[in-house]
């Protein structure tokens, strides 16, 4: 949902480029309410998520749990997956379970599969690979996909797969800066 909530809002700036002037000056009244609920549940995320350093994960999760599940999970997507790891063991199962089913589906899995992992190893940091690309993709068109993903997540290594999604080889972006788009 942070990731959502965010490029949710992205596409409501562009798209309405009069509500952009609008939303951003003092006078806010005037906005339709998905909007001005999508402007509050924003600055809303963007203040929790730094703060939730400084507590415990057992404090920090019951501090959340004051939020909307949709708060809850947009701030958990922003999160490191360590610190999202011992939150979620933090939350009472019914808490944990709402959060499970208001994230997608890719998060949910990946959530729980971390969280068969032991703390303190690596498994419970992993993260869904996003750069996937085919050996046969040229640099021109991998450049493009990645132009849509760096807008989601920063995003350092590319991976090459075949097409039963066995890794065949890692590619860095730096190489694709220097390679020529018809290669």
Request: glycine content about 6%; charged content about 25%.
């Amino acid at each position: 949902v942070g990731r959502r909530l965010v490029a949710l809002l992205e596409e409501e700036r562009r798209n309405c480029q009069h509500k952009r002037k609008f939303i951003s000056s003092p006078a806010m009244n005037a906005t339709d309410p998905q909007t001005e609920q999508l402007m509050k549940d924003e600055n809303q995320v963007r203040e929790l998520v730094p703060r939730i350093n400084q507590y415990s994960p057992g404090d920090a999760a019951e501090m959340l749990t004051s939020f909307r599940i949709e708060i809850i999970v947009s701030v958990l997507e922003l999160l490191n997956p360590g610190v999202r790891q011992s939150l979620l063991e933090n939350f009472s199962d019914e808490i944990r379970q709402k959060i499970l089913q208001e994230t997608s589906a890719e998060n949910r899995l990946q959530w729980n599969r971390n969280a068969q992992f032991p703390e303190g190893t690596v498994g419970r940091l992993m993260e869904p690979p996003l750069a996937i690309f085919r050996p046969d993709a040229t640099i021109a068109q991998t450049i493009e996909k990645l132009r849509l993903l760096v807008k989601k997540a920063f995003i350092v290594y590319g991976f090459v797969t075949d097409d039963a999604g066995k890794l065949l080889g890692i590619v860095a972006m730096r190489e694709l800066a220097l390679g020529k788009g018809d290669q």
